[in-house]
């Protein structure tokens, strides 16, 4: 049995990742009970796993989309796993980037427009 399976939990954690960037919509940002301490909490579209907001992360999403956390939701970020210090110790954890590009076409979008036809010289 997966350790991760043992102990599940509705928190994304590194190991979720699975080795890959993930690229989401921001739904919702809270606060909440996680572990006896309120902490901020963001949502993503379409997905069950919420991030716990640390102040590293938060200040990433604010220097680009303001301080505002209502004016967060619909953006889009990049979730990856890297190691990070905590207490003085390397741990593994999460740290986001917003995208500087948007996102690049699905195979859907291409299939659009692919009925689409092609302009005469």
Do not use: C
């Not at 741990?91 to 979008?109: L, M, N, S």
């Amino acid at each position: 049995m997966n350790y991760d399976e043992m102990y599940p939990s509705r928190y994304l954690r590194p190991s979720d990742l699975g080795g890959r960037e993930a690229r989401v919509t921001i739904n919702d940002v809270t606060t909440e009970l996680v572990g006896g301490e309120r902490k901020n909490v963001m949502a993503f579209a379409g997905k069950n796993k919420q991030l716990v907001l640390n102040k590293t992360n938060a200040n990433a999403i604010m220097r680009v989309h303001g301080k505002e956390t209502d004016a967060w939701i619909g953006k889009e970020l990049i979730l990856f796993a890297t190691t990070v210090d905590f207490r003085g110790e390397p741990v593994p954890g999460i740290r986001v980037k917003v995208p500087t590009q948007p996102k690049r076409p699905t195979p859907a979008d291409d299939d659009v427009n692919d009925q689409t036809p092609p302009l005469s010289a």
